[in-house]
């Protein structure tokens, strides 16, 4: 008897179905793993995944080869605000080759505007206007116009050195000062087939003067995947006719004496239906795999910090030993408030832009650049054939204890394989698709256990189901009779969160796309609530209300709370590449948290009802959600926040009263968590304090004076701005010996 009819025979209608769901998700992964059917949450595990495997492997030490320029805190109190002089800067390049010899140095900053700063253009208009029959002074500005030119200083000894400078590639079509030769003739490259790469329509390059006289110069653009990180570089990226390679590259082949790029190519199919791409670049012996797009995944040393930093000013006023840059490769960068270029990574969500070069360069130059093979898709393929369909055919038909014996078998095997080829080949293989099926099958069998809890689950979903999050339903299904929707006072925290400027956004777009990018929004914000165990209580256009504590006892809830609307802003962050992309504006949101004693249960009228929140404490917490625009801060919480929320860094903000109060309360603003938040930070945060002692004791000038040092470094801050127009009101104005400091807010 035939295999077929064999089965038909022995299996029953149920187990017959369970076969054929089974071959449906085998089917299903065979066309994703085959690039046939794009799956996003399938891709976002996958970036997952390797995520995951990068942490893993990742060497955590400090390659002493690379050493980033810092401008930072101290340089800029030293030296004066950014952008400096670039007699200056000259000075920076003379000093980090003459007196601490650095093999080579590279740029993350372009440089495409003219310097003004030597008043050059002041002299000119003065000897073609009041001064132009004095002959003495028209001949001392021609004698002196060299040494005011700090563009022609600056390029004189870039063009001394093996000098890097950076420029930008971007999808907007604004451009300013000049890029550098291409690389590559786009003819001359694609003469064979056509290459995909990253296409820029814009750029920021440097003033002639600079790039002529550089060594090379690379672009300083990441590549960003479907969820906003940074884990590849694009090694080539395309605008106009020409091809520019990335800075990264540049830097290396200069410390490698100017070796130029040589490309290996690989072609799959024939005739027009043929394409291709660059495999891999050879720099040297130094061998930089890239995928389709000519982007090679950058190999992450470690988190922040990975790289040695020294800051600019000890190299331009030689207080740094000699020693300590001899034959280093340097990047300028900046980790100063206000200039930093952070960038969000697998290995970081804050994590500086210039270290992303240092990694790419570090790992050329260790040959640890991780690829993904030609023959990947093939791999996956016959990996989701060869465990997929026997799975399905087999696991129906044993019992829970084989079938479990049998999933971890098979999954170690998947994630062995994919391990030894990570570690030992430097090959990136799909790993998180092929597991997830697997595992589908398994509960797909295991399926009947569900069913036993059922009824208990329909009860406290029916309850509960649309405004708690799922694993807080599951959790109370447990013991459903223990919940109710009757009203109690509770001690909770309460969160309400508003778009900026919301009108006038929603004025700019059509009603689709309004729906579509506040759908997108919701969804973002409401998973952030949701995974910090809270309860959305109501969506009001495009503001959101949630709370903690109820139904389910929490005895962190201040913490939990604090935590989401941290996570609400890095979050809206992470949704501004695809805003851009879909054209929609990027948001900004306000958002206020309180706790206290409040009223929970189902309230409402016989007509509508809702499970909701009631009480002074939450009045107060939707004033604090206002009064962020006011302050010009993202998040405001009251003093019950900072007693009960322990473990954050708070900067106090003010103490008010707010409408429809009579007892002023202070309110903070939190930073983040205790550990996590930069020491320059911290800085800052004592600074406005000791502004708040100054103000509160009337001590007007004081106050004034660290506010404008404040504001200087910060010059974006609304916060300083505020204070520095109360101090002046109050000078002209005083309050009086009575006064303790509080700001009455008249309206909501």
């Given at each position: 008897m035939?295999?077929p ?16 769901l ?8 065979l066309l ?5 059917l ?13 995520d995951?495997?990068?942490r893993?492997?990742m ?12 401008i ?6 030293a ?20 007196r601490?010899?650095i093999?080579?140095?590279g ?5 495409p505007e003219?310097?003004t ?7 000119e208009?003065l ?7 004095n002959?003495?002074?028209?001949d ?23 000098v890097?400078?950076g420029f ?7 451009r300013?000062?000049v890029l550098p030769?291409?690389?590559y003739n ?15 329509t ?7 003067e ?6 090379a110069?690379g ?10 990180l940074?884990?590849?570089?694009p090694?080539?990226m ?5 091809y ?5 590259l ?6 490698l004496?100017?070796v130029?790029?040589?490309i290996?190519?690989e072609t799959?199919?024939?005739g027009r ?21 000519m ?15 020294v800051s600019a000013?000890?190299?331009?006023r030689?207080?740094?030993?000699p020693?300590e840059l001899?034959d280093?490769?340097?990047i300028?960068?900046t ?6 270029d ?6 970081g ?13 570090s790992?050329?130059l260790?040959?640890?650049?991780m ?9 996956s ?11 399905a ?31 030992v ?13 697997v595992l ?10 569900f069913?036993?809890?059922a009824?208990?689950?329909r ?11 799922k ?20 001690d909770?925290?309460?969160?309400f ?9 929603s004025?700019g ?8 990018m ?5 969804t973002a914000?409401?998973e ?8 959305i209580?109501?969506y ?8 903690w504590?109820a139904?389910?006892v929490?005895g ?6 604090l ?18 992309k879909r054209g929609?504006?990027?948001l900004h949101?306000?958002?206020g948290v ?6 929970v249960?189902?309230m409402?009228?016989k007509?509508?009802?809702?499970y909701t929140v009631?009480g002074?404490?939450?009045?107060l ?7 962020t625009?006011e ?6 919480v009251?003093e019950?926040i900072?007693?009960?929320a ?8 003010d ?6 109060r ?6 903070f ?8 938040v ?5 800085q800052e ?8 002692e100054f103000?509160?004791?009337q ?8 506010l404008k040092?404040?504001s200087?470094a910060?010059?974006d801050?609304?916060l300083?701005?505020v ?23 008249t309206t909501?």
């Amino acid at each position: 008897m035939r295999l077929p009819s064999l089965l038909r025979q022995r299996l029953s209608l149920n187990t017959v179905a369970r076969v054929g769901l089974g071959l449906l998700f085998v089917f299903a992964f065979l066309l994703s793993e085959g690039e046939i059917l794009q799956l996003r949450f399938l891709q976002q595990l996958e970036l997952q995944a390797y995520d995951a495997r990068l942490r893993m492997f990742m060497p955590e030490t400090v390659d002493p080869r690379i050493v980033i320029l810092d401008i930072d805190e101290k340089s800029l109190i030293a030296e004066g605000r950014w952008p400096w002089s670039r007699d200056k800067l000259a000075l920076m390049v003379k000093q980090l080759f003459d007196r601490y010899r650095i093999r080579v140095l590279g740029f993350d900053v372009a440089f495409p505007e003219p310097d003004t700063s030597s008043g050059l253009g002041n002299l000119e208009h003065l000897a073609n206007n009041e001064l132009r029959d004095n002959a003495e002074f028209k001949d001392f500005l021609e004698r002196s116009r060299s040494s005011f030119d700090y563009d022609r200083i600056f390029g004189a000894e870039i063009a001394r050195h093996p000098v890097v400078l950076g420029f930008f590639l971007s999808p907007k079509s604004e451009r300013s000062g000049v890029l550098p030769p291409a690389v590559y003739n786009a003819k001359d490259l694609e003469a064979n087939v056509p290459f995909r790469s990253t296409i820029a329509t814009g750029f920021s390059g440097n003033r002639p003067e600079l790039q002529k006289a550089a060594t090379a110069a690379g672009h300083l653009s990441p590549g960003l995947d479907i969820d906003g990180l940074v884990r590849r570089v694009p090694m080539l990226m395309k605008y106009d006719n020409g091809y520019y390679e990335a800075m990264s590259l540049a830097v290396t082949r200069t410390y490698l004496g100017n070796v130029p790029a040589k490309i290996r190519t690989e072609t799959s199919g024939s005739g027009r239906n043929s394409v291709g791409w660059i495999s891999s670049f050879e720099v040297g012996d130094k061998k930089i795999p890239v995928d389709e797009t000519m982007s090679a995944l950058v190999p992450y040393r470690g988190g922040r910090g990975s790289f040695r930093y020294v800051s600019a000013t000890d190299v331009i006023r030689g207080t740094l030993a000699p020693s300590e840059l001899a034959d280093k490769i340097v990047i300028v960068g900046t980790s100063a408030q206000g200039l930093l270029d952070i960038r969000t990574t697998p290995v970081g969500e804050d994590y500086p832009g210039v270290e992303v070069h240092a990694n790419m360069i570090s790992g050329i130059l260790d040959q640890t650049i991780m690829q993904r093979p030609a023959e990947a898709i093939a791999i996956s393929v016959l990996l989701v054939i060869f465990t997929g369909i026997p799975l399905a055919l087999f696991l129906p038909r044993t019992s829970a204890l084989a079938s479990t014996v049998i999933l971890f078998a098979v999954l170690g095997a998947i994630l062995g394989i994919n391990l030894y080829a990570w570690k030992v080949h430097h090959y990136v293989l799909n790993v998180a698709s092929p597991m997830l099926m697997v595992l589908l099958l398994y509960f797909l069998n295991m399926a009947y256990g569900f069913f036993m809890e059922a009824r208990s689950r329909r009860l406290i979903t029916g309850l509960f189901g649309t405004y708690v999050p799922k694993e807080l339903v599951a959790q109370m299904s447990r013991n459903p009779e223990e919940y109710s929707m009757r009203g109690e006072s509770r001690d909770m925290t309460v969160l309400f969160s508003d778009v900026r400027d919301f009108t006038s956004i929603s004025e700019g777009l059509t009603p689709e796309g309004l729906k579509d990018m506040m759908n997108a929004y919701l969804t973002a914000m409401t998973e952030v609530i949701q995974e910090k165990r809270g309860t959305i209580d109501k969506y009001i256009g495009d503001a959101i209300m949630a709370f903690w504590g109820a139904p389910l006892v929490d005895g962190d809830h201040a913490t939990h709370a604090l935590e989401a609307a941290l996570s609400m802003q890095q979050r809206i962050r992470g949704l501004d590449p695809e805003f851009v992309k879909r054209g929609w504006p990027v948001l900004h949101i306000g958002v206020g948290v309180n706790c206290g004693e409040m009223n929970v249960g189902d309230m409402g009228s016989k007509f509508r009802r809702a499970y909701t929140v009631m009480g002074d404490a939450v009045n107060l917490a939707s004033r604090l959600e206002g009064l962020t625009k006011e302050y010009g801060v993202g998040i405001l919480v009251a003093e019950n926040i900072v007693n009960s929320a322990q473990g954050f860094v708070y900067r106090e903000v003010d103490k008010v009263v707010v409408k429809g109060r009579t007892e002023g309360v202070a309110i903070f603003e939190p930073l983040g968590k205790q550990g996590e938040v930069g020491e320059s930070a911290l800085q800052e945060v004592d600074r406005f304090h000791k502004v708040l002692e100054f103000y509160r004791k009337q001590r007007w000038d004081e106050a004034e004076n660290l506010l404008k040092t404040l504001s200087y470094a910060a010059p974006d801050v609304r916060l300083y701005k505020v204070y520095l127009k109360r101090v002046a009101h109050f000078r002209e104005n005083a309050p009086g010996p009575a006064w303790n400091g509080t700001w009455v807010f008249t309206t909501k």
